[in-house]
């Protein structure tokens, strides 16, 4: 799984570097997740732009550490979501429960 | 001119890497098939979605087995074969594994109100196909999903 970290306004954002997550890579992804996010207390900004596939175990990844966050007082947002994927999210109804944005620019307005 | 009979067999290791492979499958099924007309990016999207979790779930019961009956059978458990079907508008997957099974009735729908990050593959497979079965056998067990197009 390919990744990059950056730092904007005080945020972390992690930009997810690849068109697929499943069962071979969420693992690692949740890996990174928990492990950005176990100092708690600050946003983690998952940037999707480049996933065009995800699965039962990619959401899962993220709902973990969306709860991880939620149990340091810190959240986890998801900016640049597909078409396609966006629709996982809301046949699972995650939609509702993850905080989600149309781009990084509109996330970190909304932290500000 | 009839339309076309489409049967694609696939065996691979049961090795996760494997999943893209499988998945772009049914991502191309989707865009060959005759007289369809649905929408065929929703589609591919599902048939790809489809047997990514289907080939996965059987990866993961096959290194659920017990460790000494994976010994008594290794070769076979090794593997899992993948059968796609279309004829007359029905595409027909089939997903063979040697794990130790389970009972299709008995697993339980996504809690909406209180998601967790697993137990969302099946959900997947029933929304979006028309037919699940899980047949558990002597030799094996086998996942059957049908989408009448």
Same mark, same amino acid.
């Given at each position: 799984m390919n990744f990059t970290l950056e730092h904007h306004n005080g945020c972390q954002v992690l930009f997810v570097q690849e068109e697929r997550i499943d069962a071979h890579n969420s693992i690692a992804l949740k890996t990174e997740l928990l492990q950005q996010l176990e100092q708690g207390g600050g946003t983690l900004i998952v940037q999707l732009?480049?996933?065009r596939f995800i699965d039962s175990s990619g959401l899962g990844a993220l709902l973990s550490g969306h709860k991880q966050a939620a149990l340091h007082g810190g959240k986890l947002v998801l900016v640049n979501i597909q078409p396609p994927v966006l629709s996982m999210f809301e046949i699972t109804r995650l939609n509702r429960v993850f905080e989600i944005y149309t781009d990084l620019d509109e996330a970190l307005t909304a932290q500000a | 001119m009839s339309p076309a009979i489409i049967q694609v067999d696939v065996i691979i290791p049961t !090795?996760?890497?494997?999943l893209d492979l499988i998945g772009s499958i049914g991502g191309h099924i989707a865009k060959e098939l005759d007289n369809y007309t649905g929408d065929r990016t929703a589609l591919a999207y599902h048939l790809n979605l489809v047997l990514t979790e289907a080939t996965a779930n059987a990866i993961k019961h096959a290194h659920d087995k017990n460790s000494q009956e994976l010994k008594d059978t290794k070769e076979a458990k090794d593997t899992v074969r993948i059968c796609i079907h279309i004829e007359d508008k029905q595409l027909t997957i089939k997903v063979y594994d040697h794990g130790q099974g389970f009972d299709l009735e008995t697993v339980a729908a996504p809690d909406f109100d209180n998601p !967790?990050?697993?137990?969302?593959g099946l959900f997947f497979i029933k929304t979006f196909m028309d037919s699940v079965t899980y047949t558990q056998q002597a030799d094996g067990n086998v996942l059957e999903i049908i989408k009448f197009l």
């Open positions: 732009a480049q996933v | !090795q996760t890497r494997y !967790q990050d697993h137990g969302m």
